[in-house]
C-alpha cells in the first residue's frame, strides 16, 4: 500500500506540473542521457557476419513453399574491366572498387547478412542512374540499389556479386513551398536533415524512426517505413505525393506532381513504394510535410499488466483525441537491457509495461490541460502505476530514447532474431508471452516493443550466439501463430532477403502470383535487387 | 464605414457566443434549410442526353492525342439468349432486361452521357460476380461495374451495350472492430449508411462528400474519391486498409486485411483504388474510420478577395491546428445559384467570396476557444468581413449544405460544363478570373468552388443548352492553363469517358504507357469498364 501510495504522489507530482504556465522541471529524466542515439556504425567483425538462413515449415495449408536457404545465383553476368571502364567514363571518381570502403555497403547494420559485391556506384543525378540502369539493363548485370543501408531484413544489400547503386551523393532538397508544405528532393537525402531543414522553416517530415540519422527519404518510400508517427500522420501511401523512379532499363518515370489530389490514371508511384527497390530505383520524393506541432509533450508511463496498457490505450484515445501522436511500449525486458548495455536509468519505479505517450498540438494550456486530466483519470483508475512528463526538448527526447534506442541495446545482448508482427492491437502481446513459453529458457532474452497504436509488436530473441536450435524453435510457430491471427509478418520492416520465403503466410497464392506479374512487366530481366521481397520459386 | 461596422459587429455577435459553455443561438441559420440535400435524380429527359463531346487541342508540345470524339465500339460479343439463360440461371429475378428499369443505369446523374445497355446484373455475392466475370471474360463480353452512379466523368454507366453489374445489392456489413475502428463491408454499402452506422458506434467514415446519400463505398474506392474531409484524414489511399476484388477473369483477389500496416509484398490494393472499374470488380472493402469527434463547430464566413481568403487559409491552419477538417470555398455567382434555384438564403451579408471552415476535436472548451481566437484575428485583421458560426447539428448541416449543394443549384442553371482541377493554392481562383475574361459573356454562369484546404477548384460553366461554340472557347484553354501550373486536369473525378483524352496534360507519355501495360496485364481482352480512363490510342 505504502508502495502503491508513493507511486501515486509522485505520478501527481509530475502531473501536477502540467498545470497551465507551470514551470516543469523533473528530477528524473534529468538524469537520462539528452544526446541522440547514435548508431554505433560497423567496423564489421566479419567473422560474426554471415548468412542468416532459416528453414520454413508452411502450414499444411499454404499453396506453396519455397527454399529456405539463400537462393542460388542466378546467371547474371559478370562485372568486366570494360564495365568498370563505362563507369569510371560516367561516374569518374565515384566509382569505388576499394574493398575496405565496400566492407560497409556488403554488410547490413545487423551484421546478419554480406554480399560480396566489389563495385560501389555513387551517382548525383537521375541522369546518371538512368544510365548506369540502361548499361546493367544491356549487358544483364545485377544492382543492388542502396539507401542508409539500415534495414533489418538483408533487403539493402546485395547476397551476391551485385553492383551497389547508392543513393548517398543524391542529397538535396529540390523545392519547399511553405504555403502547402510541400518538400521535393532527391532520394538521398538523409531523415534526420530533412527533419531539420523543415524544423527551420516551421514544419515536420510526416515519419520519424530510430535510424533517422542515417536512412535515407528514397529507402524510407521504397520500403514504406512506418515509424513513430504513423499514428498521427499516417501511412507514406497517403503523404507521398509523387515519385520519380529510374525504371529497370533506364527510363526514367516522371510522376513528381506536388499536388494534393490527381486523379488521372493509375497511380503508378504506389507501385514503388514498399517494392524495396525490385521495381525500380526511386530518386526523388516530393511529399506533404505537416506543421511543426506549437507543444510536444512526452509521457512516460508504467503499467502492471498488458490489459492496462490497452485500457490506457482506449483513455487516451478519447482523452487526447487529435492531439495524440504517439502511444509506443516497450516491457521490463527491454528496459533491462536498456538498464544494462546502454547504462539508460530508468527514469520511473520499475514495471512490468512501459508506455510512450506524446502529444502535439497547438495550444500550450490546452495541450497540458487535456494530458492532465487524461493522467488524473488513468491514475485514478489505476491504469497505471507510475510515471512522468517532460515537456523540453531535451528531456523529450532523452524519454523518447528509452523506446528508440531498445533496437541498440539489443544488438549488445547478442545474437538477435528480429519479427515484426501486426496483430488486432488486443493480441499483441500475446505472442510475446506465448513465445517465452513456448521456448522455456532456450533464448538469452524474449523481448517486446512496438507501436500499440498502429497494432505493430517488435518481438525479439537473443542468443549469445547464433542457434539453429533455437531458431527451429521460433519458426515456423511465430509465422503461424500471427497468421492464425491473420496478423501480418512484417508490419513495417518489408520482406527483403530474409523473410521472402514466408510471404504466403501473409498473403494468397493468387496475390503473390500477381505480384511476380509485376516484377516482370517491370523488370524483365529481374536485375533490381534479386533475391528479395518475392519468392524464390514465383516464376 | 457604417457597413463595415455593422459587419464586424454581426460577426463579434456570432463570435461572441462561442465562448465556452454559452448557448448559441444565430437567426441567420435558423432561416436556412435543415433537410439533407437529396439529389433529384432522373426521370431523364432523353432528348437532353447525349453524348458530351469535345475537341482536343492540344498544346504543340504534347506527345501523343486521340480522337476527340466517342471511341468505336470494340470488338466485344453481342449478348445472346443462352448469356441471358445463363445470368438467369446464377441471378435469378436479379437479372433485369426492362428498358424502363435499366433507364436509370444508362443514364448518368448529370444527364451528360448515355449507354445503350439491355442487361443489368445485381449480384449479392463475390462469387456471383466471380462467376459473372468469368463467364463474360470467356465470351468476350464488355462489362460496366456500377455503383451509385454519381460519377461526373461518365465513368460510371455504359457506352454501348455493355452489361451493368451494380453493386447495389452487396450492402451488407461484414464486421467493425470499436477497438482498431475496422470496418469491413461490401462494396454496394451507401457511405451515408454507413457513416450513420458508425456514428452509433462514436466512429466516423474518413471521407465524406455531396453525393454520400447514392454513393457506394466501392465506387468511392475505385475513384479514390476525395471529399471534404480530406484535409483532416487524408487519402483513401491512406485509410483502405484491404480490398476484395474480383479480376476481369473470374479470379478472386483476397486482399482484405484488416491491419493498419501490412508490409509484406507489393501493396496490390493500390492499384484497384482510382482505377475507375478498368482493372477489377470491388467487392468488399476494409477501412480506417476515425473516432468521432466529441466537438464539432462550422463557421460559414465572408471575405472581400481571394487573396484575403488564402491569408484566412494561412491563419487558420496555425491557430486551428489540429480541430480544422474543413475549409472549403465558394464564390458570390455560386451563391446567387443558390438563391436563385434552391431557396437557399445567404446567412450573411453578400461577399464576392464565402468560406466554409470545420473544427472537430475532442473538446468543447478548447475548441470554441481556438475557433475565437482565430475568427477575432481573422476579423481584427479585416480578413474575414462578416461570419456566421454554428455548433449545433442541424444548423451546421444547414451551412454545410451552402457548400455541398452547388453542384445541384448548377444542374437547374443550364447545361454544364464541370472541370475538376487541382493547382497549387494560391493559383485556384486566378483561372476561374482568367476563364471569366477568357469566354467575355460567352456563358450563361462561371462559377467557382472547391477543396482550398486541397489545392483543388470545381470550375463549371453553365449555357442554356450545349453550345459547341462555347465548348472550343473553354477547351483546350481550360487544359493547357492548367498544365502550365503544372496542375491536374481531375484532382478527384477521376477520367472516365469525358476525360480519358486529355490524361498527357497531366502524365507523361511513359506513364500513360506504363498504365496501358498494367490494364492489359490484368484485363488482357479489355472487358471492364472499356472506353474509360485511358486514352483511345494507347495500343
Redesign the interface.
Known amino acids: 500500500m505504502a508502495v502503491t501510495t508513493l507511486r501515486r504522489l509522485r505520478l501527481r507530482t509530475a502531473v501536477r506540473s502540467l498545470c497551465p504556465h507551470s514551470t516543469f522541471s523533473s528530477p528524473t529524466t534529468d538524469r537520462l542521457l539528452s544526446i541522440r542515439p547514435h548508431r554505433p556504425f560497423l567496423s564489421p567483425s566479419l567473422g560474426q557476419c554471415a548468412f542468416y538462413s532459416r528453414r520454413l515449415h508452411p502450414r499444411s495449408d499454404r499453396d506453396k513453399v519455397s527454399s529456405p536457404t539463400i537462393p542460388e545465383r542466378l546467371p547474371f553476368s559478370k562485372i568486366t574491366q570494360e564495365d568498370l571502364a563505362f563507369f569510371r567514363k560516367i561516374l569518374p571518381g565515384r566509382t569505388i572498387t576499394d574493398p575496405d570502403v565496400l566492407e560497409a555497403n556488403n554488410v547490413d547494420w545487423l551484421k546478419s547478412v554480406r554480399g560480396f559485391s566489389e563495385v560501389l556506384l555513387r551517382p548525383q543525378t537521375t541522369e546518371e542512374v538512368s544510365q548506369i540502369l540502361r548499361y546493367c539493363h544491356s549487358r544483364n548485370l545485377a544492382v543492388n540499389p542502396q539507401g542508409g543501408n539500415t534495414g533489418l531484413v538483408g533487403g539493402s544489400v546485395p547476397v551476391y556479386d551485385e553492383l551497389i547503386l547508392s543513393t548517398a551523393l543524391m542529397n538535396n532538397v529540390l523545392s519547399f513551398?511553405s504555403?502547402?508544405g510541400i518538400l521535393t528532393c532527391q532520394a538521398g537525402c538523409i531523415l534526420e536533415n530533412l527533419s531539420l531543414y523543415l524544423e527551420e522553416r516551421d514544419y515536420i517530415m510526416p515519419l520519424d524512426l530510430g535510424a533517422k540519422g542515417s536512412c535515407h527519404i528514397g529507402g524510407n518510400v521504397a520500403?514504406?517505413a512506418?515509424g513513430l508517427r504513423?499514428l498521427r500522420y499516417?501511412?507514406l501511401?497517403?503523404?507521398v505525393l509523387g515519385l520519380e523512379v529510374v525504371l529497370a532499363d533506364g527510363?526514367?518515370?516522371?510522376?513528381l506532381?506536388?499536388?494534393?489530389?490527381?486523379?488521372?490514371?493509375?497511380?503508378?508511384k504506389?507501385?514503388f513504394?514498399?517494392?524495396e527497390g525490385t521495381?525500380g530505383v526511386i530518386t526523388a520524393v516530393s511529399i506533404l510535410c505537416p506543421?511543426k506541432?506549437?507543444v510536444v509533450n512526452v509521457a512516460f508511463l508504467g503499467c502492471e499488466t498488458f490489459e492496462q496498457l490497452l485500457q490506457t490505450f482506449?483513455l487516451c484515445?478519447?482523452?487526447?483525441?487529435?492531439?495524440l501522436s504517439a502511444f509506443e511500449f516497450l516491457d521490463s525486458e527491454c528496459m533491462r537491457l536498456l538498464n544494462t548495455y546502454l547504462k539508460l536509468p530508468n527514469p520511473i519505479t520499475d514495471s512490468p509495461f512501459y508506455i510512450v505517450i506524446e502529444t502535439?498540438?497547438?495550444?500550450l494550456t490546452?495541450d497540458e490541460?487535456?494530458l492532465h486530466t487524461f493522467l488524473e483519470e488513468a491514475m485514478t483508475s489505476s491504469l497505471i502505476t507510475d510515471g512522468t512528463v517532460a515537456t523540453e526538448d531535451t528531456k523529450i527526447k532523452a524519454l523518447w530514447s528509452m523506446r528508440e534506442r531498445v533496437t541498440e541495446a539489443l544488438t549488445h545482448d547478442g545474437f538477435t532474431y528480429k519479427y515484426d508482427i501486426?496483430?488486432?492491437?488486443?493480441q499483441i502481446y500475446q505472442l510475446v508471452t506465448d513465445m517465452r513459453e513456448h521456448l522455456r529458457g532456450k533464448a538469452k532474452s524474449v523481448v517486446g516493443y512496438g507501436?500499440v497504436g498502429?497494432?505493430?509488436l517488435h518481438l525479439n530473441i537473443t542468443s549469445s550466439a547464433k542457434d539453429p536450435t533455437l531458431l527451429a524453435a521460433i519458426e515456423p510457430f511465430v509465422y503461424e501463430w500471427t497468421a492464425g491471427c491473420?496478423?501480418?509478418?512484417?508490419?513495417?520492416?518489408?520482406?527483403g532477403l530474409k523473410?521472402r520465403n514466408y510471404?504466403y503466410?501473409?498473403?494468397?497464392r493468387?496475390?503473390?502470383e500477381?505480384?511476380g506479374?509485376?516484377k516482370a512487366?517491370l523488370d524483365p530481366k529481374g536485375i533490381l535487387n534479386p533475391y528479395k521481397?518475392?519468392p524464390d520459386n514465383l516464376n
Chains 1, 2 share one sequence.
Do not use: F, W
Request: aromatic content about 2%; charged content about 20%; proline content about 3%.
Open positions: 513551398d504555403v502547402s520500403t514504406n512506418g504513423l499516417g501511412s501511401r497517403g503523404t527510363r526514367v518515370l516522371e510522376c506532381a506536388s499536388l494534393r489530389k490527381d486523379n488521372t490514371g493509375y497511380d503508378l504506389q507501385l513504394i514498399g517494392s521495381l506543421r506541432p506549437k482506449q484515445r478519447g482523452m487526447l483525441g487529435e492531439i502535439a498540438g497547438s495550444n490546452h490541460e487535456k501486426s496483430l488486432p492491437v488486443e507501436h498502429d497494432g505493430n491473420q496478423g501480418s509478418i512484417s508490419a513495417e520492416h518489408g520482406l523473410k510471404i503466410y501473409s498473403k494468397p493468387q496475390a503473390v500477381l505480384m506479374n509485376i512487366m521481397t518475392l
